[in-house]
């Protein structure tokens, strides 16, 4: 038998699954493309780490690797905070947690108050996953299945759909809009 005729199990493995999930993925995309702020430039506090967070949030989320969309875009959002604070000087926050980033950022008035909330509501979707929960926890997945009435797939679909968003505002906040009348 020649090596032609063996099959290759890892590429018919994703041949399938890109034939499977093909379409899946486009409407995931399409979606992401909407919620993307309509900047000339994005600007990345943090560096290199900043970019490839953000660039692979977004790769999660059309792959529907939706844990990782809640892991690295809260990550991506309190990267971009420190850097912020670090920027300005603030050197005692380098280590800080996003928990102690946000309410610093609202206590300063960085942070409008739905901004605020919006990336507290991140980091709040966000601890469950990454933090032990003793079973039927008020945050626990197996107790929102039951109170929302909905699938686990379903209800971490929509956690990382507001991930998105919190991310999406985040990058926008540092983006940089250029009014094509200034160049003129």
């Not at 009435?149 to 990058?171: F, K």
Request: proline fraction near 3%; include cysteine; aromatic fraction near 10%.
């Amino acid at each position: 038998m020649s090596e032609d005729a063996i099959p290759d199990i890892p590429h018919e493995w994703l041949s399938r699954e890109d034939e499977i999930c093909f379409a899946e993925r486009l409407e995931r995309l399409r979606w992401l493309e909407k919620q993307m702020p309509p900047a000339d430039y994005l600007k990345y506090h943090g560096g290199l780490m900043s970019k490839y967070l953000f660039d692979e949030t977004r790769y999660s989320f059309v792959y529907g690797q939706y844990l990782a969309v809640i892991v690295l875009g809260v990550a991506f959002i309190e990267k971009m905070l420190a850097a912020e604070f670090y920027a300005s000087g603030r050197n005692d926050l380098e280590r800080a947690g996003i928990s102690e980033l946000l309410k610093e950022a609202g206590e300063l008035a960085w942070l409008s108050a739905d901004e605020y909330d919006a990336f507290e509501r991140a980091r709040q979707i966000r601890n469950p996953v990454t933090h032990f929960r003793r079973p039927l926890h008020r945050e626990d997945i197996d107790r929102r299945m039951v109170e929302e009435n909905q699938l686990a797939y379903t209800i971490i679909e929509q956690d990382a759909r507001t991930i998105i968003a919190a991310v999406m505002h985040m990058i926008g906040r540092h983006a940089v809009y250029v009014d094509e009348s200034d160049e003129q």
